[in-house]
């Protein structure tokens, strides 16, 4: 069982930056695939990105690679995403998740989730 909090999320200009962070419960950790997906109303859950057990391979979804990096940090059961250049269009309830092994870029292949944390991009 693993338990997931978003944190970071907040109100910030075009153009500004956001790091957000997961934090991990369980000594498990390094042995989970994460993923951040993001969510704006009325509209299905998205892929964002997704980096491996180890963080030595990481996934982006096409149009975020560039602005978006996701990082981790096993000793202190975190995962990040540092968010640049941030456009309106990136607005959204962001998520982290969890998976055993393999990286995946599909939602349900996912199987503990956080509560998510907003993120809102003033134009």
């Known amino acids: 069982q693993v338990q997931l909090v978003e944190s970071g999320g907040g109100l910030v200009q075009a153009g500004g930056s956001l790091r957000l962070s997961c934090a991990a419960s369980g000594r498990t950790f390094s042995s989970y695939a994460m993923g951040w997906f993001r969510q704006a109303p009325g509209k299905e859950r998205q892929f964002v990105a997704a980096i491996s057990t180890s963080g030595g391979s990481t996934s982006y979804r096409d149009p975020l690679k560039g602005r978006f990096t996701i990082s981790r940090d096993n000793a202190n059961y975190t995962v990040y995403l540092q968010m640049d250049s941030l456009k309106p269009e990136d607005t959204a309830v962001y998520y982290c998740?969890?998976?055993?092994?393999?990286?995946?870029?599909?939602?349900?292949?996912?199987?503990?989730w956080g509560q998510g944390t907003q993120v809102t991009v003033s134009s």
């Open positions: 998740a969890a998976r055993p092994r393999a990286v995946a870029v599909v939602a349900g292949s996912y199987d503990y």
